[in-house]
């Protein structure tokens, strides 16, 4: 026979979910969120401020810092993109900052979330900017490929799967679920290939849209508790996304055309006018101007769009930033290989004309910084292969001929 779990008299949570369960005589028990509720209660009662009647539901504790302070965090970690940075952390911090007064007195206006969508090219940092914020929030958080998503019925994954690794993510706690983050990637590619509805069945296009419209807005999903298909004797866990946010992105190629025939076709004429080439405009700058009109135009339905309110463009990565990315942040890609190199006692360094060729080359493959470990891998393949524990101390330094080298053997080969 299974042993019952001690459980919390309030609330009902488990001693597995929850972090202390405090018991006393007679199987009295209650957990730690009961008692921080308790503590609150009793701190409202002193302020003369009217105490809630029940505690049945308590809310978990969310660590909220300032969007100064959520800023200089991902500076730390990501290189550049100021203005996607403010915008995110103001977004991100109004919507926490809704869950702090969702049962508040001191307000009767109901706050909607404001999901965001990233738009930038590949290896941007959108991916990273999302996770490094997720990491310092504490705070469940689970990357989506919507290129893999169909509708319901068909073969593939479901839009419910996104909420599944989300569940999962936080450990089976439903109430950490729904206060978690989800990064969907890829979104433009499950774009309509016109701005026209379409006659025929797109199972993963229009149609996932159509599935992602619910779950962004807010809605009560029911979903497999390990994950799978649903079937109909299957117990399911019941996961509220209202306050989940949802940061979409995609690299939305040919969208700066888009912007661009919108700006050139409302240009003005005469010679008080504005008047700059194409050339000389580059794709961050018009991406920019984005407006919600453009991304309906690339083949977004109006509905999605609306429940993505909050746009953010990413720059395209220039050569002073790929430097910057290589060298400068906490986990950096050369702090990442010297300390593996010097874990078999050898004493890896660069100089300074091989940074400057390794990011010359990444810029010509145009993949962004996700570019530069493979470079990187190419140029240190060799060494990493003869590498053995049992030698002397080492020093193995890299210059810009070892560089050229490599990269053009592997090009021949």
Do not use: W
């Not at 308790?38 to 660590?63: R, T, W, Y």
């Not at 839009?159 to 679920?177: G, K």
């Not at 493959?365 to 292969?385: C, D, H, N």
């Amino acid at each position: 026979m299974k042993k019952k779990l001690a459980s919390c008299c309030f609330c009902g949570a488990t001693i597995d979910e929850v972090e202390r369960l405090i018991t006393g005589p007679e199987g009295i028990a209650i957990c730690n969120r009961c008692v921080q509720t308790c503590h609150n209660m009793v701190l409202s009662d002193k302020s003369g401020k009217p105490a809630a009647q029940s505690i049945q539901n308590p809310e978990p504790e969310i660590f909220l810092p300032s969007p100064s302070e959520l800023k200089n965090h991902l500076d730390k970690f990501v290189i550049g993109q100021d203005s996607a940075k403010v915008a995110l952390c103001v977004a991100v911090y109004n919507h926490y900052k809704r869950l702090f007064l969702k049962n508040s007195k001191e307000t009767s206006v109901e706050i909607d979330k404001s999901n965001v969508l990233f738009v930038g090219p590949t290896g941007s940092g959108k991916t990273l900017l999302a996770q490094t914020l997720a990491r310092f929030l504490k705070v469940p958080f689970t990357i989506a490929d919507a290129t893999v998503l169909t509708e319901v019925g068909y073969v593939g994954e479901d839009v419910d799967s996104i909420l599944v690794r989300l569940y999962q993510a936080a450990d089976y706690n439903v109430q950490a679920t729904e206060r978690g983050i989800v990064f969907v990637d890829e979104l433009d590619k499950i774009a309509r290939k016109s701005a026209n509805p379409s006659i025929t069945r797109d199972v993963s296009g229009e149609g996932v849209q159509q599935g992602l419209l619910k779950i962004l807005e807010g809605t009560v999903s029911a979903i497999p508790p390990k994950g799978g298909r649903k079937h109909p004797e299957q117990h399911l866990i019941h996961i509220n996304t209202r306050n989940i946010l949802f940061i979409c992105g995609g690299a939305f190629e040919r969208l700066d055309k888009v912007i661009s025939k919108r700006i050139d076709s409302g240009g003005g004429m005469g010679f008080g006018a504005d008047i700059v080439s194409k050339s000389e405009r580059k794709i961050g700058e018009i991406l920019g101007k984005c407006e919600p009109e453009d991304l309906i135009s690339y083949g977004l339905l109006p509905e999605l769009v609306g429940r993505l309110p909050v746009i953010v463009s990413l720059n395209e990565l220039d050569e002073e930033a790929l430097l910057n990315i290589l060298t400068q942040p906490q986990n950096a890609l050369i702090k990442q290989y010297t300390a593996l190199f010097a874990m078999d006692n050898v004493e890896l360094s660069f100089t300074e004309d091989a940074l400057k060729t390794i990011v010359k080359r990444t810029v010509e493959q145009k993949t962004g910084a996700r570019g530069l470990r493979s470079v990187m891998e190419k140029i240190l393949m060799p060494y990493m292969f003869n590498v053995s524990k049992e030698r002397e101390k080492t020093i193995l330094q890299i210059d810009a001929k070892i560089v050229e080298d490599a990269l053009s053997k592997n090009k021949r080969q």
